[in-house]
């Protein structure tokens, strides 16, 4: 397993929302790391004639019939919402540009 | 322009809305315009312990749409989650299908200036829909509503097969008449049932490039089209200042008519797909398949052929008429009801033509189509002038009048019967020496005459009434 920089941690990082500051990047840096390589047992392993799996079991996926209900749900949706107004959800301004 | 010494690439990424009553993975109803927020769940607000289901509807739909686009299925397919923060996606992830998709290899058959092409699919998926952002203009917040989120998506990716942007517009046209055929979507872009993110690129050499520009989310045909009319341009003219373009990603800005870069975020582009644990792999069963495939709907294609043998009418005409489904099904109901010539040429030349200038959705025609039938075949009877029968027709159409009541408020309002009964006096002198000579059945021709001469908009016991009444004063 090759070792990660810490531009690769403050990305990753990054991707999941998750700040560190430096002394916490130091600490941390070799204990991702360590269990990066202890995953990375999994690819000394000889796979070569083990058909891909994404599932423990075989049983298909039960669907669901297209019904629908009207909950309306509007006020327990926003109940706990930190910032509200009347039935929306409001948050920091985002825009994609 | 030099476009003839540069090679244009174009694909598409189109989101297609199924035509489901439940969302993709609960049961709350897909709606539109509906109270922010109430068509919410647990499964669908993301909250912390809630499993999806999935609707078997959206999986045939997914079928269906494949079907039509000649696809092979993966009689097992799988789901994925793509990862990204965004505050339309409440559980931080959306259920896609990644590496094995529910279809893949289709073909969509276009023609432009009578040339026939294959525009090739790789993939057809199933995937759930984000929720809905309204900015702020004044404020720094933005408001949130998730009747959206969990609504179920079929995403259909092209190659980038597609070598101009007239190729590009028969390309989506055509896939929107095949999906509404297969009643897999309703396609309307206003509703944001049909949406497309656009790749572009144009090259010298032929080869396929390294760049691409990807314009996202656009949801109009005219969009489409001058976005990647302006989006061609630019990337001609930055090849011939020896300009190194890139992958970037464009939004269309509408009022300007011009893409604009959206800020690269090369980070969001890593999605880390995994398979998503809470969904054991979709498996499709062959007799699903096949009981699909039977009750596959005719096509635009040989509905058309079908419309030239059956009612006679040009291949023009019934190529136009079968390119809608539900028109084609209405002309259909009046062709069997009248004579198909004259339903045509009025669907082709004044149905279609309301429609388009009052934005109208051929639904519209379908409401009157039983009263169209009379109108033509009172124009053809010569009971409506031309002039009249376009008239009734809008009325008819764009302001939802009758036409009993157009009928009605004509024959009392507009006719001068006075006028009408001197002129036939003035012309028939031998029936009024008749009428004078004692022979009063005479009047029955006079009162004929009347009609004749208003159309047939005129009320015959009045009619009968006003010449007895002339006559009696000669
Ligand atoms: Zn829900």
Request: glycine share 4%; net charge neutral.
């Amino acid at each position: 397993m090759k070792n990660l920089t810490p531009d690769e941690i403050h990305h990753i990082a990054n991707l999941a929302r998750l700040r560190f500051d430096q002394n916490k990047l130091t600490k941390f840096s070799p204990e991702f790391q360590k269990i990066l390589n202890y995953i990375a047992k999994l690819q000394e392993l000889n796979v070569d004639k083990v058909e891909p799996y994404v599932w423990p079991l075989e049983d298909p996926l039960k669907l669901r019939e297209d019904v629908s209900q009207k909950l309306n749900y509007a006020a327990d949706a926003v109940k706990n919402a930190p910032v509200k107004e009347g039935d929306y959800f409001i948050v920091p301004r985002v825009i994609n540009e | 322009m030099h476009n003839t010494r540069y090679t244009i690439h174009i694909g598409f990424e189109t989101h297609l809305q199924l035509k489901t009553d439940s969302k993709m993975f609960c049961h709350c109803k897909v709606t539109f315009l509906e109270r922010p927020n109430s068509m919410t769940c647990p499964v669908c607000l993301g909250m912390p312990g809630s499993l999806p289901a999935l609707n078997r509807k959206a999986v045939e739909l997914g079928v269906k749409a494949a079907l039509l686009l000649g696809a092979r299925i993966n009689l097992r397919s799988k789901f994925d989650r793509k990862n990204y923060f965004y505050p339309d996606l409440p559980k931080n992830y959306q259920i896609t299908q990644y590496d094995i998709p529910l279809a893949t290899e289709g073909i969509v058959e276009i023609k432009t200036n009578d040339v026939v092409k294959k525009v090739f699919i790789q993939r057809i998926h199933l995937e759930e829909d984000a929720g809905k952002l309204m900015h702020s203009e004044t404020q720094n917040k933005s408001f949130v509503d998730l009747n959206r989120a969990g609504v179920p998506l079929a995403e259909i990716v092209t190659a980038p097969d597609i070598s101009s942007a007239d190729e590009a517009m028969e390309y989506l046209k055509r896939l929107k008449v095949l999906m509404r055929y297969g009643d897999v979507s309703n396609c309307d872009m206003e509703k944001g049932e049909f949406r497309c993110d656009v790749n572009v690129s144009v090259s010298k050499d032929g080869k396929l490039p390294e760049h691409k520009s990807e314009i996202k989310n656009m949801n109009s045909f005219r969009f489409i089209k001058q976005a990647l009319a302006y989006e061609i341009s630019r990337q001609i003219k930055a090849i011939e200042s020896g300009e190194v373009l890139t992958k970037k990603t464009f939004g269309f800005d509408v009022e300007k008519g011009a893409t604009f870069e959206m800020r690269s975020k090369e980070e969001a582009m890593d999605y880390r797909y995994f398979p998503e644990p809470d969904l054991s792999p979709l498996i499709v069963e062959t007799e699903v398949i096949d009981k699909i495939r039977q009750n596959l709907p005719e096509l635009p294609d040989s509905r058309a052929l079908r419309f030239v043998s059956e009612y006679g009418i040009s291949k023009y005409q019934s190529e136009i008429i079968a390119d809608d489904v539900v028109l084609s099904e209405d002309f259909e109901y009046c062709a069997k009801r009248y004579n198909p010539i004259n339903i045509a040429n009025w669907v082709i030349n004044d149905v279609l033509r309301l429609l388009e200038e009052f934005k109208l959705d051929t639904s519209s025609f379908s409401k009157i189509r039983d009263k169209f039938v009379e109108l033509v075949r009172m124009f053809n009877d010569k009971k409506l002038t031309n002039t009249v029968a376009k008239e009734f027709l809008q009325k008819m159409l764009v302001n939802g009048e009758t036409l009993d009541s157009l009928l009605k408020s004509v024959s009392s309002e507009s006719i001068d019967l006075d006028k009408i009964a001197n002129e036939v006096i003035n012309e028939n002198p031998k029936a009024i020496a008749d009428y004078k000579g004692g022979k009063t059945s005479s009047i029955k021709f006079l009162t004929g005459q009347v009609m004749k001469k208003a159309k047939g908009m005129a009320d015959p016991n009045k009619a009968n009434e006003i010449l007895e009444k002339i006559l009696k004063g000669l």
